[in-house]
């Protein structure tokens, strides 16, 4: 995950998550508990956090037809992973998805900077097609590969709808988040326990 300069007006990181194991399903993680991507600056951090462009200078427009649009690429991505775990195809978001995959994405570069270290830059300021097919494409590169098709995983957090890649070891991993939804199991088996023993 790229980090946003200090001094940068953007929202904090920590309110947007990136701990699913793809892009896509990091943007699909954005839906919840609440709506994160609520504002233009809120997706700019998210496309920074991203890691889809390097630093917020390379990003100057971002209107609120962006933020509708990457809005509904998650909808779409959302049914389709969720039809892969379901085996319930979702055609129109297919369609949508790999429409949107067609474009080119933002084309990166090497620069060095003042002492003589390489960074990433992008050859020219990303448009919002580019930003979604990056996107669009992540999703299908997801889907179409066997392996790590087989490492989806929904959370058994309590009414957690949050879907991840698990590459832990024996791939036993149960929750999104081990501080998020782990925890208040680990907190819940606590006070079931506490309880049955006070009865």
Do not use: K
Not at 74 to 97: F, K, N, S, Y
């Amino acid at each position: 995950m790229a980090a946003v300069p200090t001094g940068s007006s953007l929202p904090p990181l920590c309110e947007l998550r990136f701990d699913s194991g793809r892009l896509c399903l990091d943007l699909v993680a954005t839906a919840h508990p609440d709506e994160r991507l609520t504002s233009t600056d809120r997706l700019r951090a998210w496309l920074l956090g991203a890691g889809l462009v390097p630093d917020p200078a390379a990003l100057p427009v971002c209107t609120p037809a962006w933020l509708a649009a990457f809005r509904e690429l998650r909808v779409h991505i959302g049914q389709l992973v969720r039809g892969e775990l379901d085996g319930l195809p979702a055609p129109t978001a297919l369609e949508r998805v790999n429409l949107l995959a067609r474009a080119a994405p933002p084309a990166p570069r090497a620069v060095r900077t003042a002492d003589g270290a390489l960074v990433r830059a992008l050859h020219e300021e990303p448009g919002c097609p580019a930003l979604l097919a990056a996107v669009a494409r992540d999703v299908v590169d997801l889907l179409t590969d066997p392996a790590v098709r087989g490492c989806l995983r929904q959370c058994e957090g309590d009414s957690c709808p949050i879907i991840y890649l698990d590459t832990s070891r024996g791939r036993r991993r149960r929750w999104c988040s081990s501080e998020v939804c782990g925890n208040r199991e680990r907190v819940a088996r606590h006070r079931r326990r506490a309880a049955l023993a006070r009865a």
